[in-house]
């Protein structure tokens, strides 16, 4: 079986714009998270979706939102792009948006912002 | 407030040396889960194991094995005769147990091992 795969591997944005990046789940997987990762830091918790609803938050600006399809994969967008918003966006994926089952991370995209 | 404290920011060792790697939170849930992640140069993070915090028992596994004190929060692991292979950041994670929180995994900022041949 696939694992989660994320689309692109890599972009670079300027300072200004806007990025979409997306996420598929490991089939089955109804659950899914992103996590923001800055280089030499571990990844800092952003979103949590659940059959399309969002589960949780975590402490980003406005600028930043997501969404989950009926497929269960989602989509993570950054406006206004800021230098400091340079990093691997790490998506998870699990059965249930809690209890005892591990997450299962992508590969992530590696955003530069110049 | 969560917070993970990975105080090691660098550790190297000769291959088939044993590695322990240090881990100290902090978190105001009776109950919660620590875990820890390995991740490659790839990028990709890898579940390694996970802990409940009302089973203190320690366990091994493989070459892996776990120290977790509730009494002094801490969440040590141990590589047993580690392998070039071993070497990749390693991070320890806490996530709340209650059913209506968001799996929401609060990382430390990891520890880089090095393992020499």
């Known amino acids: 079986d696939a694992g989660v795969t994320q689309s692109p591997t890599h972009l670079i944005k300027t300072r200004g714009q806007h990025v979409t990046l997306r996420c598929s789940p490991i089939?089955?997987?109804?659950?899914v998270s992103w996590y923001q990762q800055v280089l030499g830091q571990g990844p800092q918790f952003i979103f949590q979706?659940?059959?399309?609803?969002?589960?949780g938050r975590g402490n980003f600006p406005d600028r930043f939102s997501a969404r989950q399809f009926p497929n269960y994969s989602s989509e993570l967008n950054v406006n206004a792009l800021l230098l400091g918003d340079s990093a691997l966006y790490l998506c998870?994926?699990?059965?249930?948006?809690?209890?005892?089952?591990?997450?299962?991370f992508g590969p992530g995209t590696r955003l530069t912002v110049t | 407030a969560q917070k993970v404290t990975q105080a090691q920011t660098e550790i190297s060792v000769v291959e088939k040396e044993d590695v322990t790697l240090d881990c100290v939170y902090e978190t105001r849930d009776t109950t919660y889960y620590l875990f820890w992640y390995k991740q490659p140069p790839s990028g990709e993070l890898v579940f390694l194991i996970r802990r409940n915090s009302f089973d203190e028992q320690n366990e091994i596994s493989g070459r892996y094995s776990w120290n977790f004190q509730k009494s002094t929060s801490s969440f040590n692991f141990t590589i047993t005769a580690s392998q070039v292979v071993d070497s990749a950041v390693y991070f320890c994670a806490l996530s709340p147990v209650s059913s209506g929180s968001a799996r929401q995994l609060t990382f430390g900022s990891g520890t880089q091992l090095t393992v020499l041949p």
């Open positions: 979706y659940y059959e399309k609803e969002e589960r």
């Open positions: 998870a994926s699990s059965f249930t948006p809690s209890g005892p089952q591990e997450q299962y």
């Open positions: 089939s089955g997987h109804k659950s």
